[in-house]
C-alpha cells in the first residue's frame, strides 16, 4: 500500500477511476486513525497513548493498486473527495423498475 500526500491521492484516485470506468471497480475505506504503526499493547501492560489530532486514513483500491492518505484538515479534503465522485459517477446503471411493477401486479 502506498501512503500519498492528500493532492497526490486525490490525482491518483482520478486515474483509478479513469481506469475502472468501463470495467471494474474500485473499493473505497475510510476510517479513525489515530497514528499508531504497532498494534495495541496486552493488557498486561499500561501504555497510555493520547493522539494529537483527529486524523482519519482514506484507502483506496481497485483491486490491484492500493493507495491511500491521511488527513487532517476534513472539509477541504471532503470537499475535493465529493467533486471527484460526482464527476466520476455517471457511469452508474439505473434500477431496472419494470421488474417492481411485473411484481406486484402479479401478486394483486
Given at each position: 500500500m502506498v501512503l500519498l500526500e492528500n493532492d497526490s491521492f486525490?490525482?491518483?484516485l482520478t486515474r483509478l477511476f479513469q481506469k475502472c470506468r468501463t470495467s471494474g471497480s474500485v473499493v473505497i475505506t475510510l476510517k479513525k486513525y489515530d497514528g499508531r504503526t504497532k498494534p495495541v499493547p496486552r493488557k498486561g501492560h499500561s501504555e497510555s497513548f493520547e493522539p494529537a489530532d483527529n486524523k482519519c486514513l482514506f484507502r483506496a483500491s481497485d483491486g490491484k493498486r492500493k493507495i491511500s492518505t491521511v488527513f487532517v484538515n476534513l472539509n477541504s479534503f471532503l470537499q475535493a473527495y465529493s467533486n471527484l465522485l460526482r464527476a466520476?459517477?455517471?457511469g452508474l446503471k439505473k434500477k431496472d423498475k419494470k421488474s417492481k411493477s411485473k411484481k406486484t401486479k402479479a401478486t394483486q
Open positions: 486525490l490525482t491518483e466520476h459517477m455517471d
